[in-house]
Structure formats: structure tokens, C-alpha cells
């Protein structure tokens, strides 16, 4: 059976948002609502109650993130169908799932989406083992942010993460400004970052970077106790982050620090425009 879509009404708003706070989608109810007025579409509801809360997941990548969607498992590739239609409205070429469990994304591949990434997630219970402490190598000093970073960091990052993951000018300001951000320095130069959240009392580490060349020198690990104490100081009762699966690298760094992989397998999945 098919599904119509439309951007929430006042009414249908007010029934998203108990479900995208549950979610931790947003901050608060102002944020919510400024994100729809910002831009409707991305609050889509179907008369049957369907939703889903959607995002252009980067500036520099034409698609259009699923951040939230409510909605039962055999409705999945109808939902999905109708939302095909708000990407080329938008002009985008595809269309993200939400970060779905290995059980789920079968709903998601019958809605002609394919695997794009395996997510592992990683949490830390604050009271069950303190931060060890982590060294910075001389002359590197990890201090908050000064508007001048962001240019340095946009290229920290850039030279991190693929086109995928690294975050476009509008959003890594957005985390200046909205979230724990602390810099790496060494020389004056900004070497690395962490990023954290906290809402309630969970937290989420979002970024953890380190320039290539200052790599392998103990200032990843020193970041990411940087920030896990300061976690630990807000109160937040755990500490989560999500990686590639493929990122062994930063699987055993954040073993180290007392991070424990969550049993089951986690996906991004997407679908084009160009394969319809
Ligand atoms: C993960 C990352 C932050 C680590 O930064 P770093 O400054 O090299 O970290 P450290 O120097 O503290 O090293 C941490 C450990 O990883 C090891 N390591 C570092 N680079 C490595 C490499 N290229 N290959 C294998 N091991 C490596 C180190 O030897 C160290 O292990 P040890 O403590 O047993 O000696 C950095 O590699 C990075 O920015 N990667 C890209 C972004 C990323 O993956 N972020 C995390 C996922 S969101």
C-alpha cells in the first residue's frame, strides 16, 4: 500500500518531537522547532503516521540524511519510496538511512537501499573505571578553540576523514558553537581535535582527529582522555561514539581508554537517484 507524505503541520510537529527528544536528535524544543521552520521539508509525515526527521547530511554531498524515522518495519520501502520523491525535489541524488541495527536493515535493503558502511559503537560507563591519564608529547597543549581554528580544523579534518564523513565549513561552526570542542596545538598550529556532546546524562564523543603527520605520537590518546575526564566531570553516566568497523586504528585506541564495543553490527545504507 502506498503512503502520502507532507511537510508536519503545527499539530503533527508537536506529535514528532516527544519521539526525536527520545532520540536525542535534538538539544531541546526550540532547536526542533527552529529546524523545521529553517526548512519544512525536512519534517515529513504520511496521514497514517508515518515520520521521519531528515537532514542534508553534508554541504559538499548532495544527499539527504534520514535522521529519525518512525515507522513500521513492512511500511520501510514504501516510506522510503515516497521520500525518493523529496530528494529530487531538494535536487539531491540519494537518500540515507537512519544508522540502523544489523535486524533492521533488511526492512531498509527491501526498500532498494544498499549497505554503504558498518558502524561499530563504543561505550564507556563513567563510574565503573576512572580516565587514565595519557601524556601529551612536549611542546603540544591541548586548549578550547579561538575563532581563528576553524580554517585549520576544516583541513584537519579534511585530511581525516573521506568525503562522506568530513564535515563542510556550516557544520563543524555549528560544533564551535554547540558543542565541547578542544584543540591540539603544537607550534601554534592546530594538530587535532575532539568533539563532545552532552545531553542528559549520556554523552557522545562525535570526533576524535589527529593531522596525519602528528600521528603515532601519543596526542589521539591524550585528546580522547582530554575529553572522557571532562565527560566524566559533566556527570554523564556513559560515553558512547560510533566507528568504522574498518578503523582498527582507533578500535584500539578506544579500547584502551576503557570504551567497549556493543555486541551486533550497525549500517549506514543508501539509495540514488540514478539507479530509479
Ligand atoms: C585515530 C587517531 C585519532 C589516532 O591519533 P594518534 O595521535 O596517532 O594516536 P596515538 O599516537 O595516541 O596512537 C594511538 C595508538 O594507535 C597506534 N597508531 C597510530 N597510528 C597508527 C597507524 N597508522 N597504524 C597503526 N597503529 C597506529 C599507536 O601506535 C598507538 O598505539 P600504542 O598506544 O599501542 O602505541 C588518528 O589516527 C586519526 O585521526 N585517524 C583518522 C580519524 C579517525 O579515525 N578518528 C577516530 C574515529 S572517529
Redesign the pocket.
Known amino acids: 500500500m502506498s503512503l502520502d507524505l507532507h511537510p508536519a503541520r503545527n499539530d503533527e510537529a508537536g506529535r514528532i518531537w516527544p519521539m526525536a527528544k527520545r532520540a536525542r536528535l535534538f538539544g531541546s524544543l526550540a532547536e526542533f522547532e527552529a529546524f523545521r521552520t529553517e526548512a519544512p521539508w525536512r519534517l515529513q509525515v504520511s496521514s497514517s503516521g508515518e515520520c521521519a526527521v531528515l537532514d542534508r547530511w553534508r554541504e559538499h554531498l548532495a544527499i539527504v540524511a534520514m535522521r529519525g524515522a518512525w515507522c513500521a518495519a513492512d511500511r520501510i520501502p514504501a516510506l522510503v519510496d515516497r521520500l525518493m520523491h523529496v530528494v529530487r525535489d531538494q535536487q539531491m541524488t540519494s537518500l540515507l538511512s537512519p544508522l540502523v541495527a544489523e535486524e533492521v536493515a533488511p526492512a531498509y535493503r527491501a526498500a532498494g537501499m544498499h549497505p554503504l558502511e558498518d558502524i561499530v559503537v563504543l561505550r564507556r560507563v563513567s563510574r565503573q573505571t576512572p580516565v587514565a591519564p595519557?601524556a601529551l608529547p612536549p611542546g603540544v597543549r591541548i586548549r578550547p578553540p579561538l575563532p581563528a581554528d576553524l580554517a585549520a580544523l576544516l583541513e584537519v579534518d579534511a585530511a581525516?576523514?573521506n568525503d562522506f564523513w568530513r564535515y563542510d565549513i556550516d557544520k563543524l561552526a555549528r560544533h564551535f558553537v554547540e558543542d565541547r570542542l578542544m584543540v591540539a596545538e603544537e607550534d601554534g598550529a592546530a594538530i587535532?581535535y575532539t568533539l563532545a556532546t552532552v545531553i542528559g546524562d549520556s554523552a557522545t564523543l562525535g570526533?576524535?582527529?589527529?593531522?596525519?603527520g602528528?600521528?603515532?605520537?601519543?596526542?589521539?590518546?591524550?585528546?580522547?582522555a582530554e575529553a572522557l575526564g571532562y565527560l566524566e566531570r559533566t556527570g554523564a553516566a556513559t560515553v558512547s561514539?560510533?566507528?568504522?568497523r574498518e578503523?582498527?586504528?582507533?578500535r584500539?585506541?578506544y579500547a584502551?581508554a576503557g570504551l567497549r564495543e556493543l555486541p551486533g553490527k550497525l549500517q549506514f545504507l543508501i539509495r540514488d537517484v540514478s539507479g530509479e
Open positions: 595519557a581525516c576523514f587535532g570526533r576524535l582527529a589527529v593531522a596525519p602528528a600521528r603515532g605520537r601519543g596526542v589521539g590518546a591524550a585528546l580522547l561514539l560510533c566507528t568504522q578503523n582498527v586504528v582507533s584500539a585506541l584502551r
